[in-house]
């Protein structure tokens, strides 16, 4: 029996499918597990449609059923819905498509009780417990260039989502950390500087540079050639000192990584390739002894049904490579970390490598075979950065643009910009710094989340920091509008919650109060699907729903008789907003 508690929990279509679960097995008591079918609709028959009369019809008709067609399979499931206070009516339409009004009393109450106990209780609940997000992934010694940009935006967004929704996210840094380029960058360090040790930041100073002169060294001189292969060897039978070069190199890459994630306010758990390396052998031998690894042209490989190309998973030279470590990886998370849904948040050009490894996965029993079962792994791949010119985004000197560079370009933007509405004279100067990095990175992450990660993105500032159309800047300023409103108002917003009551009277009311009853379902459906753009596409429709009903001369909020209900409204825009914000890893701002 549902309590009075979660009469109000989660998400509206979900607690509308469990209504219409019960009327469907009594409409159709020898169809088992019949999924109800909901969905949102357009307002004009009403807010939500409930679609299995159809389906069922051609499963039913001809086994004796007392129905004469569609239409009346739809009056059944109508009638056979259980009470409840959220639906107000409900009428059939077309070939049995039954149509819910929400009741304008539930929807108010509903909001009024999310505004005293918290936005938490709008969380969608998953069906997992613990979640690997693997994302952001730069390699040592080499500059995180504008596709990590992605991998760490997009992965951040992901598991903020999964967060929310009560997931235990294990957000993880897959480091490319070991390999052969190791040996030629331990050689080169212990050539450039014989006391290694003192080899700080500072001194070998880009690490980028540090690597091609490496490289060059490595291209044209065969007895340093010769040196780096034997460090190789030396670093992976674990001797001290090629041990602590190797630490030494990657604690000052982790360093540079260290300054784009501050500036984005990421948090990531490093577990690079080095980590996962001593579980490789004997991964390999349990594939062994199951029979998937075969021979092939010297190396070691697993066949994949369907795919012309093996895996390779150990190289004709004994070596291992990205697969290896995959494997190994995939194994750890599955069974030391019990994780349910591991996702991989990387290029689309990675497409191939992760289908053939997750194929292989399922070859060894370790998944399920289809993809709606658990555990389960999930590539999430995205498209190129590109520049104006529709090429890949570079600077002028074609070099790849760093991050750093790149996230502080915007603040010194979003400062400008501030400076010049004359907000030098009205605030303080940690007030201008703090906004100008709100929005001049909120600006950056937005421009790539708002589109469907699987299209490339052209990369313009002058676009990202318009305070106008469906950008960052422009949804920041929303919020903060809502926020003086209610200042300006000059009441307590947290005594009115307690003691005022929120009614959905206008028409302009009632649409503003379903869209923010839908959250948890948008939430729900852009984890699932792990498309964060559904979150920015319903972020941008609240502000407009929200101006809508603010600019109409009925609706209006200070002085009128329903300034208490129609300040909760506001309220509600803003938590909502700032849940929103939160989720896509954007910082909000209360005043402009």
């Avoid at 490289?215 to 090629?242: I, M, N, S, T």
Wanted: hydrophobic residues 40%.
């Amino acid at each position: 029996m549902a309590t009075e508690h979660d009469e109000y929990m989660g998400s509206l279509k979900a607690r509308l499918a469990k209504l219409f679960e019960v009327s469907l097995k009594v409409t159709v008591p020898n169809e088992l597990d019949v999924e109800p079918l909901v969905a949102a609709c357009n307002g004009k028959f009403g807010d939500y449609q409930c679609n299995n009369a159809m389906g069922l019809w051609s499963k039913i008709k001809g086994k004796g059923a007392p129905f004469r067609g569609p239409p009346a399979v739809g009056e059944a499931i109508k009638n056979n819905l259980p009470t409840s206070e959220m639906i107000e009516s409900c009428s059939v339409a077309g070939p049995g498509f039954v149509n819910v009004v929400l009741s304008k009393n539930w929807m108010a109450k509903s909001i009024q009780k999310m505004l005293i106990e918290g936005i938490d209780t709008w969380a969608p609940l998953p069906p997992v417990k613990t979640a690997v997000v693997d994302f952001s992934s730069p390699n040592i010694a080499k500059e995180m260039h504008v596709g990590h940009l992605r991998s760490t935006i997009i992965g951040d967004t992901l598991a903020r989502m999964l967060e929310f929704s009560k997931v235990k996210v294990l957000r993880q840094n897959h480091v490319g950390d070991w390999g052969t380029q190791f040996g030629m960058l331990i050689e080169f360090l212990f050539e450039k500087f014989p006391n290694f040790e003192d080899a700080t930041e500072t001194a070998i100073g880009d690490l980028q540079a540090f690597y091609k002169a490496s490289k060059q060294r490595f291209d044209a001189d065969p007895a340093f050639k010769e040196r780096a292969q034997q460090a190789v060897v030396r670093l992976q039978g674990g001797e001290d000192k090629y041990r602590r070069a190797w630490a030494q190199i990657c604690q000052i890459s982790r360093t540079e990584f260290h300054k784009v994630y501050q500036r984005l306010g990421v948090h990531l758990e490093e577990k690079g390739e080095s980590f996962y390396n001593p579980y490789i052998p004997g991964v390999i031998e349990a594939l062994n002894k199951q029979g998937l690894v075969e021979e092939s042209q010297g190396a070691r490989v697993i066949f994949i049904e369907g795919i012309n190309i093996p895996l390779i998973v150990v190289k004709s030279d004994g070596g291992f490579n990205y697969a290896s470590t995959d494997l190994a990886a995939l194994w750890y998370r599955l069974n030391e970390e019990k994780a349910e849904w591991i996702i991989y948040v990387t290029d689309v050009g990675q497409q191939q490598h992760f289908d053939m490894f997750f194929k292989a996965a399922k070859r060894a029993g370790w998944l399920p075979q289809g993809d709606s079962s658990y555990p389960k792994a999930s590539h999430v791949g995205f498209g190129l950065v590109l520049g104006e010119d529709g090429k890949c985004f570079r600077t002028r000197n074609t070099e790849v643009v760093r991050l750093v560079d790149l996230l502080d370009e915007a603040k010194v933007r979003s400062k400008a910009a501030l400076i010049e509405r004359g907000k030098g004279e009205e605030w303080t100067e940690e007030e201008i710094e703090s906004t100008a990095e709100a929005v001049g990175y909120g600006a950056v992450k937005y421009a790539d989340l708002k589109n469907n990660r699987l299209t490339n993105y052209t990369f313009n500032f002058d676009q990202m920091l318009n305070d106008k159309g469906n950008t960052a800047v422009y949804l920041l300023y929303a919020h903060a509008r809502i926020c003086s409103i209610i200042r300006r108002s000059g009441k307590d917003i947290e005594e009115l919650k307690n003691k005022g009551t929120l009614v959905l009277g206008h028409k302009d009311e009632r649409d503003l109060g379903l869209h923010l009853l839908q959250f948890a379902e948008v939430v729900e459906e852009a984890c699932t699907n792990l498309l964060p753009n559904v979150l920015c596409d319903y972020l941008y429709n609240l502000s407009e729903i929200f101006s809508k009903f603010y600019s109409n001369p009925e609706c209006k909020v200070i002085g009128s008789d329903m300034e208490t209900s129609r300040l909760l409204l506001c309220e509600a825009t803003a938590v909502v907003m700032r849940k929103c914000f939160d989720l896509l890893g954007i910082t909000p701002i209360y005043k402009i």
